[in-house]
């Protein structure tokens, strides 16, 4: 099973910036479709954006799309998540999901990083 690990979280004034890396543990991490997600306090876990194998295919929600860009390191097994432009909505843990074939839904993923808070004040 890959394993997760999330950095780059913290405390942002809105309209600022953050970038968001997950390391993979998995040798064959370009074997896997990536993505990441977010849970609030009190709130289902909800897609954030997705990154084919090869990044040809990117998707966003539709609440970050033009702030936020997915992008991957098939050679580092990183996978990163430039978040830009910051509200305080965006305040969750974010969390690195992988799995073999791609989709938004957080059921269809099966390896799961620790999460790291991100904190967006007004």
């Known amino acids: 099973q890959v394993q997760l690990v999330e950095s780059g979280g913290g405390l942002v004034q809105a309209g600022g910036s953050l970038r968001l890396s997950c390391a993979a543990s998995?040798?064959?991490?370009?074997?896997?479709?990536m993505g990441w997600f977010r849970q609030a306090p009190g709130k289902e876990r909800e897609f954030v954006a997705t990154i084919s194998r090869s990044a040809t295919v990117t998707t966003y929600a539709g609440s970050v799309k033009g702030r936020f860009t997915i992008s991957r390191d098939n050679a580092m097994n990183t996978v990163n998540l430039h978040m830009n432009n910051l509200e305080p909505e965006d305040t969750a843990v974010y969390y690195c999901a992988a799995n073999i074939v791609g989709g938004t839904s957080a059921i269809q993923y099966n390896a799961w990083g620790q999460g790291t808070q991100v904190t967006v004040s007004s």
């Open positions: 998995e040798r064959t991490f370009r074997n896997y479709y």
